[in-house]
Nanobody, 125 residues
Framework: QVQVVESGGGSVQAGDSLRLTCVTS????????MAWFRQAPGKEREFVAT????????WYGDSVEGRFIISRDSAKNSTYLQKNNLTPSDTAVYYC??????????????????WGPGTQVTVSS
């Protein structure tokens, strides 16, 4: 059974940094794309970042470009999201996702088939 589990969320101050970790188990996803999405209260789920199977291609949402960095360690079946210079608008539940069909980085949530339960990130001013 595939499991996707995020960790690293918490409450921080504006300007702080935070690193989220996502670990998958149940099968290998080393040839598949991985991504992070987020959902703030009352808002739709938003694309944050994606990384290709090789780790060489990354894409970011406009609101996090230049502040967040996505990476992966396929040997550990993991992906990471380094979040720098956080602002209150980054407050959301962050979800890790893994594709079952795409190897290249892809932004659309419909390309991802396995999702974690999410980890809360709260940024106060």
């Amino acid at each position: 059974q595939v499991q996707v589990v995020e960790s690293g969320g918490g409450s921080v101050q504006a300007g702080d940094s935070l690193r989220l970790t996502c670990v998958t188990s149940g099968r290998s996803f080393r040839t598949k794309a991985m991504a992070w999405f987020r959902q703030a209260p009352g808002k739709e789920r938003e694309f944050v970042a994606t990384v290709s199977y090789s780790g060489l291609t990354t894409w970011y949402g406009d609101s996090v470009e230049g502040r967040f960095i996505i990476s992966r360690d396929s040997a550990k079946n993991s992906t990471y999201l380094q979040k720098n210079n956080l602002t209150p608008s980054d407050t959301a539940v962050y979800y890790c996702s893994v594709s079952d069909t795409h190897s290249n980085a892809v932004r659309e949530s419909t390309a991802y088939h396995y999702w974690g339960p999410g980890t809360q990130v709260t940024v106060s001013s």
